[in-house]
């Protein structure tokens, strides 16, 4: 298949820029189709945080979006910020409750309002890391 284009090619003209850029072709039904494929790129789960870039991505960047995408980069990046957003997440929570006095005594004595102070904390540290990693 490879070979017929090639006598074909140089039957009819000289090298185009997409093949003396290293690109190929492949034939389907009697035509000779370039070979634009994306590049493999191994799939793994991307968590809340590398979603939420994600969608920030497609809608406010584009360029980056498609970039990251056809050079098969995107999923490695998106893995890359979940686990950093996760944790600065998880460190900042730690730090605002014991800058806060948040303590598991707290928890056994007042329930309700441990839960009212760490709800807090992590609505805080979410926006923290959305601004700062997520939206950035």
Avoid at 27 to 32: A, R, S, V
Avoid at 33 to 40: E, G, V
Wanted: some cysteine; proline content about 2%; glycine content about 6%.
């Amino acid at each position: 298949m490879w070979s017929e284009y090639l006598i074909w090619r140089k039957q009819k003209m000289a090298k185009s820029l997409f093949e003396q850029l290293g690109s190929t072709y492949y034939k389907e039904n009697g035509y000779f189709i370039p070979d634009l494929r994306l590049p493999a790129e191994e799939e793994q789960p991307i968590g809340t945080w590398g979603q939420r870039h994600l969608d920030y991505l497609r809608q406010y960047c584009k360029v980056t979006y498609t970039n990251l995408l056809t050079s098969g980069k995107l999923n490695a990046y998106l893995i890359s910020i979940d686990r950093q957003a996760q944790e600065c997440f998880e460190r900042l929570i730690e730090d605002m409750k014991q800058t806060q006095g948040i303590t598991e005594q707290l928890k056994a004595e007042n329930a309700l309002e441990w839960v009212g102070h760490l709800g807090n904390i992590r609505a805080c540290a979410r926006e923290i890391v959305n601004k700062e990693i997520i939206f950035a």
